[in-house]
Structure formats: structure tokens, C-alpha cells
């Protein structure tokens, strides 16, 4: 059953507008930067090879995350690569589906995810988005997100950021430094 619904899937894939198909490329585009004789080089698309989305939790929240690929959010199927769920016993928020921009250094990326749902109490309504700032952690991996704030009193000011500690945006010379 689950291999006849990947066919399909893939068939589905395969037959998208190539706009869309476009947009997917675009967007991904932002996850990676390798530029000869740039020193701000990072390769973020092993996040999106991953079969389910990143989970993190606060008090209050679940938030499921997805990047760089086609991963499934597991709560919403229809919903495929970047994608930030924000998640609890009554309540699913949209914090972003789509990368809008980045910003970083030798040893940081800054992804911004806009497009997500309008916030209904907060924010003078707008559209939630996200910031996941990626820090060098050379021993790190991966690495896994946490949540660091949801930005949310001031409207011109409204955000959820992420920081998320991994050897991916490190330079190519770091080196793991190990404490005895």
C-alpha cells in the first residue's frame, strides 16, 4: 500500500506545471551557497533527505519542520518540503511554507520562512513567519533545532526564531575540538 502511494506521488511529481516545479527549485536554491572564492559557503539540502520533519517543543508547543527536500509534515500530507507546523492538543498553525530569504557569514545562515497563517489575535493579523539561524557547531552533525522565542508584542516585530546548532554552515577548515 505504501509503495503504491509513493507511485503515485512520484507520478503526481512528475507531472506538475513546470512553474511550480520552478518555485521548488528557486526556493531550494537558498539552501545552499557555494560560490568559488566566496567564504560564505553551506550546504543545507541532507535536511530535506530526512523520512520525517524535525520536532521540537516548548511549554506550550510542538512545532514540526521541515527543509530543503520533500519531506511529509505527518499531520498534514499535503503539505510537502519547507514547512514550519506549530502544533498543540487543540490548535495546528502554519508558521511558514516557503524560504523568502537568507542572510549569513563564514559560520552562520539566517533562513527566513514567510507565507504562513495570518495570526488571529497578535500581529495585527499579518502572515506568521520564522527565522532558523544555523550556528557552527563543527561536532554537532545535523544537529536539532530548539525554539528560542515567538516575537509576537510588537507588530511590526513578529516572528518565531529558531536556532539550530549544526556542522553543516561551518567552514571547511573547522576542526572538532574535543574538552578532556
Not at 61 to 82: F, R, S
Not at 93 to 99: F, R
Request: proline content about 3%.
Amino acid at each position: 500500500m505504501k509503495l503504491h502511494m509513493n507511485m503515485k506521488i512520484l507520478f503526481l511529481l512528475a507531472i506538475l506545471p513546470l512553474s511550480y516545479q520552478d518555485i521548488t527549485e528557486k526556493q531550494h536554491e537558498l539552501c545552499t551557497r557555494n560560490d568559488n572564492g566566496d567564504i560564505w559557503k553551506y550546504d543545507l539540502t541532507s535536511l530535506g533527505v530526512v523520512e520525517k520533519p524535525f520536532v521540537v517543543s516548548d511549554t506550550k508547543w510542538t512545532y514540526h519542520i521541515a527543509l530543503c527536500g520533500e519531506t511529509n509534515i505527518e499531520i498534514n500530507q499535503d503539505m510537502k518540503g519547507d514547512a514550519i507546523l506549530q502544533t498543540n492538543k487543540e490548535e495546528t498553525h502554519i508558521v511558514g511554507t516557503k524560504i523568502t530569504a537568507r542572510h549569513g557569514g563564514e559560520n552562520w545562515v539566517n533562513l527566513i520562512l514567510g507565507a504562513g497563517d495570518n495570526y488571529n489575535h497578535h500581529c495585527n493579523g499579518t502572515q506568521r513567519k520564522a527565522q532558523i539561524m544555523f550556528i557552527c557547531d563543527p561536532s554537532a552533525g545535523q544537529g536539532k533545532p530548539s525554539i528560542l522565542d515567538e516575537a509576537n508584542s510588537n507588530a511590526d516585530f513578529c516572528f518565531y526564531m529558531f536556532e539550530w546548532p549544526t556542522s553543516l554552515v561551518c567552514p571547511k577548515n573547522a576542526k572538532v575540538v574535543v574538552e578532556a
